[in-house]
């Protein structure tokens, strides 16, 4: 079973191939499948909301007995910028701070890895940027094909090489775990 949960109508296209096997709801209690997952994904989630504990909770919830976990979230707090506000991010998330919740809710983690290392020190120069010449959030653009592909296949590179040995930073971190007891 594939199922998808938005709270957000206007982000889901009407025409969308798989619109019928979205849920637009809030990810809360109320939120309950005909029946368990074996994976539950939470791709870049997590920091819109208020109560990521609760959230984490339910998708423990949502589990069968050996269903994993796999999420990604913004990293560090000093990576802020102007694109965070403008998503609605409430928090950046750092190793230290996200498995705690994971553990409380009942998780083992089994992988985590920093991502996008090479990202760090742009986010470090724009926040720099915008603090000295105090920018407002303005909405990001996409970089043209000529300039984002490279970056996609520098971003695949990077991970095969740096990512393979396990960096202690990058602009996002990726946790994959399980239910207690699962392993």
């Known amino acids: 079973m594939v199922d998808g949960i938005e709270p957000d109508e206007a982000l889901i296209s009407p025409e969308g191939t798989h619109r019928a096997r979205i ?14 997952y074996s994976l539950v994904l939470m791709l870049d989630v997590l920091e819109h909301l208020d109560h990521p504990d609760e959230a984490l909770e339910h998708a423990y919830s949502l589990l069968g007995p050996s269903g994993a976990l796999l999420l990604t979230v913004p990293a560090f707090q000093l990576l802020w910028t102007n694109h965070d506000t403008i998503n609605h991010h409430r928090v950046r998330y750092r190793r230290g701070t996200l498995n705690p919740l994971l553990q409380r809710a009942g998780f083992k983690t089994l992988d985590e890895r920093y991502w996008f290392q090479w990202t760090c020190p742009v986010k470090l120069g724009i926040r720099v940027y915008e603090r000295i ?5 303005t909405a990001a653009r996409v970089p043209p094909v000529w300039i984002n592909r490279p970056l996609f296949w520098f971003s695949r590179a990077e991970q095969r090489t740096l990512g393979a040995i396990g960096m202690p930073f990058g602009s996002s971190l990726m946790v994959y775990c399980v239910k207690q007891g699962a392993v």
């Open 23 to 36: 849920t637009i709801a809030p990810f809360d209690k109320n939120f309950r499948p005909r029946e368990h």
């Open 133 to 137: 010449f105090k920018r407002p959030p």
